[in-house]
């Protein structure tokens, strides 16, 4: 175990290396800033960045970088090595604390929604000090923000960091009714992440796979996950040597990985770690994708993240597990044990149930994306319809509390908020109820809808943001509250009753629920094109720029972007689909047929009449089929082309969807149904069920 605690945060440049590494008053400011969020001055950061660039050194690091997340979904880094002139021409090594804290990379190919224009193409990246330095590959990363030259965020860092300002401030002004002595609140996150492994000889043999990262055709195979045989079973000897390689890395890095088993699918793996601060828990989460991809490779094998890399089988999210927490370390999702610790969680959860109601489109739209909708709505993951699990146990509760009705059959007494205690309903720490979109777990909630590739930081950007207003309202309506007891269950009822609507305890999956979802008037966005259509709904507008989130211009380039990169991985794999047919396929199915014509005609030619059946029908079957893919090819074609004449990026996103997905639908049926019709020697790739079962 000394082994294990020894390893963990090796190359982070932590607090403790800190407080070791630097002088004492340099540490306390240090601190300071971290717990203000106030710059470090520029004196102070010299300081850092020389012990910094010390420790680096003494680890063999030779380069640093801002490390970053640009609107790409991935991280960038761009390195330089510490290498400095010095005025009397020596070479040495160097760093600043001016290039600690701010860098300016050549920014012009990153996306920026058209917040930036080529020729002032410099973006800014900023240290972010909350979230530590860290070694990958010799290389001292950074963690730092990237926005433009007049300040707008053009990353995932920017937001997340304003919306975890935000649900500080607001969460603090509702505590201190309380009598809390708080000083700062956090959103803390636990991302369960989920990826298959195959093997990389099989890999490099599919074109899908390589340039989109998911099958573009497949016949569904013999075997997929129907006997569950593969989730939580044995780990194969080869994945267990990946996920303890991986967890050496991780551990290095200071990511705190703490579970891993198998999934549903064959080949599907899941890794869950210790839930940290928002902020810290996404550039993790960047940072485990990042290594999962790496060390799959040394094993042999690849890491795929999309979200629904095989059809037939489960595809790939996220489970974004979130709290909120005190400096002083209380969970505010705690139920806890006495009249006033219980009717601070129900305001609190009434915030959550307000927030998930009011802004629900806005929470769909920051899991939407071309991947993610091939899972959302299928029998698998959530539906894209968001609803609030709670149990049945705390629904009643709420009930009892809108209704004025007592608790449950035995007890008489009416449920004063902040006078009884709640009676006890059992923690649900167990996925009970997987089917639903954001469930509440006992004392966090797991919003399940986000897809297997995407940063977390959009997601919980919208969370924090959309918790904080209606906490800011809570704390206006019971601020000048005469009777603050009277006034708190009051707000606490009304809430109930104006945002049940959200709460839904039963199967997502069923169709009876899309029915009933749709007459309680919520949303069902079917498509990301759909979903982003209400991005920039006033509702929307008001509460980000209200909260200093996005400012209105930020948030059109990020509709912009969102679009822009929908139509792009629709493209993307409309031509992977096109060259493949045309030069794998078609070509290939021709001279299957040609072949059995062979054969018909030299058994024919035997004079023997021997039965001919298979090649008869396999003949004109694989004829018809080779016929109707070429012209489903035409179709695909044309569609792409007319979706790249389309100037709007939303207008295009909906073309892609209502006629290139289409289009990609009729291609891939063609094929696969040649593929079940054919000799496996003669296809051109390895079948879903070759992939799948790929990893001995
Ligand atoms: P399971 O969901 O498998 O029953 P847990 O509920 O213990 O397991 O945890 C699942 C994930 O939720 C883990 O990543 C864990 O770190 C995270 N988690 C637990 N508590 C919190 C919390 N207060 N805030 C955010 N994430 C949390
Ligand atoms: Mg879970």
Request: hydrophobic residues 40%.
């Given at each position: 175990?000394?082994?294990?605690?020894e390893?963990?945060?090796?190359?982070?440049?932590?607090?403790?290396v800190?407080?070791?590494?630097?002088?004492?008053?340099?540490y306390?400011?240090?601190?300071?800033?971290?717990?203000?969020?106030?710059?470090?001055?520029?004196?102070?950061?010299?300081?850092?960045?020389?012990?910094?660039?010390?420790?680096?050194?003494?680890?063999?690091?030779?380069?640093?970088?801002?490390?970053?997340?640009?609107?790409?979904?991935?991280?960038?880094?761009?390195?330089?090595?510490?290498?400095?002139?010095?005025?009397?021409?020596?070479?040495?090594?160097?760093?600043?604390?001016?290039?600690?804290?701010?860098?300016?990379?050549?920014?012009?190919?990153?996306?920026?929604?058209?917040?930036?224009?080529?020729?002032?193409?410099?973006?800014?990246?900023?240290?972010?000090?909350?979230?530590?330095?860290?070694?990958?590959d010799?290389?001292?990363?950074?963690?730092?923000?990237?926005?433009?030259?007049?300040?707008?965020?053009?990353?995932?860092?920017?937001?997340?960091?304003?919306?975890?300002?935000?649900?500080?401030?607001s969460?603090?002004?509702?505590?201190?009714?309380?009598?809390?002595?708080?000083?700062?609140?956090?959103?803390?996150?636990?991302?369960?992440?989920?990826?298959?492994?195959?093997?990389?000889?099989?890999?490099?043999?599919?074109?899908?796979?390589?340039?989109?990262?998911?099958?573009?055709?497949?016949?569904?195979?013999?075997?997929?996950?129907?006997?569950?045989?593969?989730?939580?079973?044995?780990?194969?000897?080869?994945?267990?040597?990946?996920?303890?390689?991986l967890?050496?890395?991780?551990?290095?890095?200071?990511?705190?990985?703490?579970?891993?088993?198998?999934?549903?699918?064959?080949?599907?793996?899941?890794?869950?770690?210790?839930?940290?601060?928002?902020?810290?828990?996404?550039?993790?989460?960047?940072?485990?994708?990042?290594?999962?991809?790496?060390?799959?490779?040394?094993?042999?094998?690849?890491?795929?993240?999309?979200e629904?890399?095989?059809?037939?089988?489960?595809?790939?999210?996220?489970?974004?597990?979130?709290?909120?927490?005190?400096?002083?370390?209380?969970?505010?999702?705690?139920?806890?044990?006495?009249?006033?610790?219980?009717?601070?969680?129900?305001?609190?959860?009434?915030?959550?149930?307000?927030?998930?109601?009011?802004?629900?489109?806005?929470?769909?739209?920051?899991?939407?994306?071309?991947?993610?909708?091939?899972?959302?709505?299928?029998?698998?993951?959530?539906?894209?319809?968001?609803?609030?699990?709670?149990?049945?146990?705390?629904?009643?509760?709420?009930?009892?509390?809108?209704?004025?009705?007592?608790?449950?059959?035995?007890?008489?007494e009416?449920?004063?908020?902040?006078?009884?205690?709640?009676?006890?309903?059992?923690?649900?720490?167990?996925?009970?109820?997987?089917?639903?979109p954001?469930?509440?777990t006992?004392?966090?909630?797991?919003?399940?809808?986000?897809?297997?590739?995407?940063?977390?930081?959009?997601?919980?950007?919208?969370?924090?943001?959309?918790?904080?207003?209606?906490?800011?309202?809570?704390?206006?309506?019971l601020?000048?509250?005469?009777?603050?007891?009277?006034?708190?269950?009051?707000?606490?009822?009304?809430?109930?009753?104006?945002?049940?609507?959200?709460?839904?305890?039963?199967?997502?999956?069923?169709?009876?629920?899309?029915?009933?979802?749709?007459?309680?008037?919520?949303?069902?966005?079917?498509?990301?094109?759909?979903?982003?259509?209400?991005?920039?709904?006033?509702?929307?507008?008001?509460?980000?720029?209200?909260?200093?989130?996005?400012?209105?211009?930020?948030?059109?380039a990020?509709?912009?972007?969102?679009?822009?990169?929908?139509?792009?991985?629709?493209?993307?794999?409309?031509?992977?689909m096109?060259?493949?047919?045309?030069?794998?396929?078609?070509?290939?199915?021709?001279?299957t047929?040609?072949?059995?014509?062979?054969?018909?005609?030299?058994?024919?030619?035997?004079?023997?009449?021997?039965?001919?059946?298979?090649?008869?029908?396999?003949?004109?079957?694989?004829?018809?089929?080779?016929?109707?893919?070429?012209?489903?090819v035409?179709?695909?074609?044309?569609?792409?082309?007319?979706?790249?004449?389309?100037?709007?990026?939303?207008?295009?996103?909906?073309?892609?969807?209502?006629?290139?997905?289409?289009?990609?639908?009729?291609?891939?049926?063609?094929?696969?149904?040649m593929?079940?019709?054919?000799?496996?020697?003669?296809?051109?790739?390895p079948?879903?069920?070759?992939?799948?079962?790929?990893?001995?």
């Amino acid at each position: 175990m000394s082994n294990l605690a020894e390893a963990f945060g090796r190359d982070v440049f932590s607090p403790e290396v800190m407080k070791e590494r630097l002088p004492e008053q340099t540490y306390a400011e240090f601190c300071r800033t971290l717990e203000t969020g106030h710059r470090l001055d520029l004196e102070t950061a010299n300081v850092v960045a020389g012990a910094m660039k010390d420790w680096a050194l003494e680890k063999g690091a030779t380069h640093y970088t801002h490390w970053f997340q640009p609107l790409t979904g991935i991280t960038a880094e761009k390195h330089d090595s510490f290498l400095a002139a010095k005025r009397d021409g020596r070479i040495l090594a160097d760093f600043s604390g001016k290039e600690l804290i701010q860098g300016e990379p050549d920014a012009s190919s990153f996306p920026s929604g058209g917040l930036r224009a080529t020729f002032e193409a410099r973006g800014y990246t900023a240290w972010d000090p909350t979230s530590f330095a860290f070694i990958k590959d010799n290389v001292l990363c950074i963690p730092t923000a990237f926005c433009s030259f007049g300040g707008e965020a053009l990353d995932e860092k920017t937001p997340l960091l304003r919306s975890m300002e935000a649900i500080n401030k607001s969460a603090l002004r509702v505590l201190k009714l309380f009598g809390s002595d708080a000083v700062s609140v956090k959103p803390t996150v636990g991302p369960e992440q989920e990826y298959f492994l195959v093997d990389k000889e099989v890999f490099e043999k599919r074109k899908d796979l390589i340039y989109t990262g998911r099958a573009l055709f497949g016949a569904k195979p013999v075997k997929g996950q129907e006997l569950d045989d593969h989730y939580f079973g044995a780990i194969k000897p080869r994945v267990a040597e990946f996920m303890a390689d991986l967890d050496r890395e991780l551990w290095a890095l200071g990511v705190p990985a703490k579970t891993e088993h198998n999934e549903a699918a064959p080949a599907q793996h899941e890794l869950a770690p210790i839930f940290e601060s928002a902020n810290v828990a996404t550039d993790h989460n960047q940072l485990t994708m990042e290594t999962m991809q790496k060390v799959a490779r040394r094993h042999g094998m690849v890491c795929l993240l999309a979200e629904k890399p095989f059809d037939g089988v489960n595809g790939s999210g996220k489970h974004n597990n979130w709290s909120l927490s005190t400096n002083t370390g209380d969970n505010l999702f705690e139920p806890g044990d006495t009249p006033s610790e219980n009717a601070q969680f129900l305001l609190f959860l009434c915030a959550v149930i307000a927030a998930v109601d009011k802004y629900q489109d806005l929470l769909r739209i920051s899991v939407a994306s071309a991947g993610n909708d091939h899972r959302l709505g299928g029998a698998e993951a959530p539906p894209a319809i968001v609803s609030i699990f709670l149990g049945e146990e705390l629904t009643e509760i709420l009930d009892a509390i809108e209704n004025d009705s007592p608790v449950g059959a035995k007890e008489k007494e009416l449920l004063k908020v902040g006078v009884h205690v709640l009676p006890r309903f059992p923690k649900d720490t167990t996925d009970r109820n997987r089917t639903s979109p954001f469930a509440f777990t006992g004392n966090k909630f797991e919003f399940r809808m986000l897809g297997s590739s995407a940063s977390v930081a959009g997601p919980n950007t919208v969370l924090n943001t959309a918790v904080a207003e209606v906490l800011d309202r809570y704390a206006e309506a019971l601020e000048n509250a005469d009777d603050f007891g009277t006034a708190l269950h009051d707000l606490i009822r009304r809430e109930i009753s104006a945002h049940k609507r959200i709460i839904f305890n039963g199967n997502g999956y069923d169709e009876a629920w899309r029915r009933e979802a749709e007459r309680r008037g919520l949303s069902n966005y079917v498509s990301t094109p759909d979903a982003l259509a209400h991005f920039l709904d006033e509702n929307n507008v008001q509460l980000f720029t209200n909260h200093r989130v996005f400012s209105e211009a930020e948030m059109r380039a990020r509709y912009e972007i969102m679009n822009d990169n929908y139509c792009k991985i629709v493209a993307i794999e409309a031509a992977t689909m096109l060259t493949i047919a045309r030069k794998d396929v078609l070509p290939s199915v021709s001279r299957t047929v040609h072949e059995l014509a062979d054969t018909l005609n030299a058994k024919r030619a035997t004079g023997l009449d021997p039965d001919c059946t298979y090649e008869e029908d396999t003949l004109q079957k694989l004829s018809a089929l080779t016929g109707r893919a070429y012209l489903a090819v035409k179709d695909l074609a044309n569609a792409t082309q007319e979706a790249r004449q389309l100037d709007a990026t939303d207008e295009a996103a909906r073309y892609y969807h209502s006629h290139v997905l289409p289009a990609m639908a009729a291609l891939r049926a063609a094929v696969d149904e040649m593929e079940v019709n054919s000799a496996r020697t003669g296809w051109c790739y390895p079948s879903i069920g070759a992939v799948l079962f790929s990893v001995k």
